[in-house]
């Protein structure tokens, strides 16, 4: 078999490709002409967009993100280097990776009737913590599932501009600019599951104002938005409802709870009160409401966290390991978890990327696309994405 | 002594006898120190020594330098920092601060000099301007002989320079005890020129030599660390280096992946700085052996870039091992293996900093 044969004639480097016979790639450099492919198919990138039918022989390929899920599903959770990334290369590419096929296997198999699991992804800096928690998530969203995605938990801890004192509970307080932010995506994200949820219980906002039982979770969420004062205690009334409709028999959804940054709800806070006094995270409505889910007092569906250094408060810069991040408190909270280390890029996976700027017209420099440039940046970056990310954005 | 009587007799007299003034001319210039004078000062010093050996306590017999030194510093302790002004006991014969042999007396008692050519003023120069003259006869005396006998050599044999220039000017006046002008300096020149042109002149290689200072390759004074190898049988070697305040050692092993680990850190870590990072590739880059070697290293002192300055330098200086001798010199020659000199400059009293003055205000 032709296919066969080019197998064998293929780079060193590339001795690890698998695939094919099934789907007919054709390694870019070669100029053979055996079964010419008309679509540029290439080693590194995967034509599967199902998220779902991801396996282990997809590891360290790119899949494209349609548009379409693009746009509800992430309206503003992606890191921001990779905002621009996606800009400039018009296409939003993620590279299956190891630890999120895990995580998505476990959610797989996992039986929604005990209560619901934790993940929690922890590594080094620059790892990518960030960008396994949202290919999990778009798992989910393509499984049907209603995803809770709090984009970063270090945003409601730090640089508030506004802090009301809560009017549910009087040692409590509010952060209304940031509730409203995020009502504002979940709406977004979860357009169609607004009509179909109906609350429970009955809501009272002021003398006025109160949302019955029976009426549906988007009317809940645009009272939240309109109302910036009592945005904040919106949010808590969604997260308790959700918790507790998601376990019930009678509810056709599974609720998943995407936290990035979670060791800022057991964290410090950079947050002063009048008096100059630091607020505890425990103070703050959003915090308070979001330690509620994180407990695994609920069923029918799975928490997805990650824990990260580079916006968290008052931690030392080498600290990476849960025990350490999470705190005393936090460890506790969160005990039991599933963890799930999210390491370096493999030779594999640093080729493939390697091949994917390549193919973008990234790296521009000519000494850059020879044999001697890689070990280069192998050598400059040692295997961390972000790093390997930010030294290509200089060639 | 005639010429300073004049200038004498043409100055206004402001004061004083012309006795006096003669008593001050002799005085001029500094103390002329006799063999003799030294010879009494060297047995003054070792009675001075048996008594100090007597006052420590210890045995006069065998009292050496260093214990002089101990105990000069035991009796006197100083605490000025320059090492050359604390009280000192020793002999220093050489051309030193304590007795320069320019300064040795040159005539005997009766006053009459003992070289012939002391009344030139620079007797040592033209005395091996003499000799070398001397010479140039000579070799031309013992071409015409063998022209004579019809034995002229038709390829003379040349003396061999090899990497060898003359003395400098300075060299030369170190070796002659004595001030010499350039022009002086210039016609020494020409004359060895002129005994080299001659095609005998291999008869007085032996002095011509001794006039020549010798440039040794700065690649053979590198010291090449030893490769040693390990229990599983892995070359590696071990260097170390410096820059500033930083010092740095290195224990580079072979059949590795390019891994690098400092003072126990992932490298990506102990330098999240891309500059530091690239001074460390440096040499590796260089050689072209990226991905061979595993580097453990250590390092204290100083900031992150020279520390990552040190760690450069004992890199280059560990791969010299596992390097054939011309990587060696390229490597030299691209600067890996020298030690950066520079240091902080001290600040200096009545200025702000090393170099920067205070403002200058003009009231």
């Known amino acids: ?86 800009k400039t290369f018009n296409e939003t590419c993620i590279m299956v990776r190891q630890p999120a096929l895990e995580v998505i296997s476990y959610l797989k198999k996992a039986d929604y009737s005990q209560p619901a699991l934790r993940y929690v992804f922890y590594g080094l800096k620059g790892t990518g913590k960030t960008m396994s928690l949202c290919h999990t998530v778009h798992f989910c969203y393509t499984q049907g599932w209603l995803v809770l995605h709090v984009p970063d938990a270090h945003l409601w801890v730090k640089n508030c501009k506004e802090l009301l004192p809560s009017s549910y509970k009087l040692s409590r307080f509010d952060q209304p600019l940031e509730a409203t932010t995020w009502l504002r995506n979940f709406k977004i994200t ?42 904040s205690d919106v949010v808590g009334a969604v997260m308790k409802e959700l918790r507790l409709q998601s376990g019930q028999p ?68 080498s600290a990476y390991l849960p025990q350490d991040l999470l705190g005393e408190r936090g460890f506790d909270s969160m005990d039991p978890f599933i963890p799930v280390s999210v390491p370096s890029y493999s030779e594999k996976e640093f080729e493939s990327c390697y091949l994917y700027y390549m ?21 400059l970056c040692n295997m961390n994405p972000s790093m390997f990310e930010r030294l290509c954005g200089y060639l | 002594m005639l010429m300073n009587d004049s200038s004498a007799a043409v100055s206004p007299q402001i004061c004083g006898t012309p006795a006096l ?143 060898s220039r003359w003395l400098t000017k300075e060299e030369l006046e170190a070796r002659l005890v004595e001030p010499i002008s350039s022009q002086d300096y210039e016609y020494f020149i020409q004359l060895m020129e002129r005994l080299l042109a001659m095609p005998c002149c291999s008869l007085e290689q032996q002095f011509v030599m001794s006039h020549r200072q010798q440039l040794e390759a700065q690649s053979m004074h590198q010291v090449v660390p030893p490769l040693q190898k390990d229990d599983a049988g892995v070359d590696f070697s071990t260097a170390e280096g410096r820059r500033k305040t930083s ?23 102990y330098f999240p700085v891309l500059q530091d990072r690239e001074q460390l590739m440096f040499p590796l880059q260089f050689c072209g052996l990226l991905g061979r070697f595993d580097l453990d290293c250590s390092v204290s002192g100083g900031g992150r870039s020279s520390q990552a300055g040190a760690l450069r330098l004992a890199i280059s200086r560990a791969l010299l091992s596992f390097l054939p001798q011309s990587e060696g010199e390229a490597m030299r020659q691209a600067g890996l293996l020298t030690p950066d000199p520079r240091v902080r400059e001290r600040k200096k009293p009545g200025q702000e900093g090393a170099r920067r003055k205070f403002t200058w205000k003009k009231r």
Request: aromatic content about 10%; hydrophobic content about 35%; charged content about 25%.
């Open chain 1, 1 to 86: 078999m032709s296919l066969h044969r080019l197998a064998f004639r293929l780079r060193p480097t590339v001795t690890h490709v698998r695939s094919l016979h099934s789907s007919g790639y054709v390694q870019q450099q070669e100029a053979v002409a055996v079964e010419p492919e008309p679509e540029s198919v290439s080693v590194f990138r995967t034509q599967e967009k199902d998220p779902a039918c991801h396996s282990d022989k997809h590891v360290g390929q790119f899949y494209t993100l349609s548009s379409a899920h693009v746009r509800p599903l992430f309206p503003d959770s992606l890191p921001w280097r990779y905002q621009q990334q996606m």
């Open chain 1, 190 to 231: 979860n357009e169609h599951f607004l009509p179909k949820i109906k609350l429970k219980e009955r809501y009272v906002w002021t003398k006025r104002e109160s949302t019955e039982a029976g009426s549906s979770l988007g009317e809940l969420v645009d009272q939240g938005i309109s109302r910036v004062k009592s945005s």
């Open chain 1, 250 to 317: 009678g509810a056709d959804f599974r609720l998943a709870v995407a936290v990035d940054g979670v060791n800022a709800l057991w964290g410090r806070s950079t947050i002063k009160k009048e008096d100059k006094t630091a607020v505890d995270p425990e103070e703050l409505t959003l915090v308070y409401n979001l330690r509620k889910l994180m407990k695994n007092d609920w069923s029918g569906g799975a928490i997805i966290t990650t824990l990260s250094q580079t916006g968290s408060l008052y931690l030392p810069k």
């Open chain 1, 359 to 379: 193919d973008r017209n990234w790296l521009q420099h000519p000494q850059s696309r020879t044999e001697e440039g890689k070990k280069e940046l192998v050598f």
């Open chain 2, 21 to 163: 003034r003669r008593k001050n001319l002799g005085a001029a210039g500094p103390e002329k120190f006799t063999p003799e004078f030294i010879q009494k000062q060297v047995e003054e010093f070792e009675i001075g020594k048996r008594h100090l050996a007597n006052m420590m306590g210890e045995d006069p017999e065998n009292f050496t330098q260093e214990d002089i030194d101990r105990s000069i510093a035991y009796l006197f302790p100083s605490g000025l920092f320059e090492k050359r002004a604390r009280p000192l006991m020793k002999v220093r014969l050489s051309a030193d601060l304590c007795f320069p042999p320019c300064e040795a007396v040159q005539w005997g008692p009766d006053g009459r000099p003992f070289h012939f050519l002391f009344y030139t003023g620079k007797q040592y120069y033209y005395s091996l301007m003499h000799d070398l003259y001397g010479r140039v006869l000579k070799v031309e005396k013992h071409q015409d002989q063998l022209r004579a006998k019809g034995l002229f050599p038709t390829e003379p044999k040349q003396i061999a320079l090899g990497t």
């Open chain 2, 247 to 269: 010092r740095g050692s290195v224990v580079v092993r072979d059949c590795g992946a390019g891994r690098l680990t400092v003072n126990g850190q992932d490298y990506l870590h």
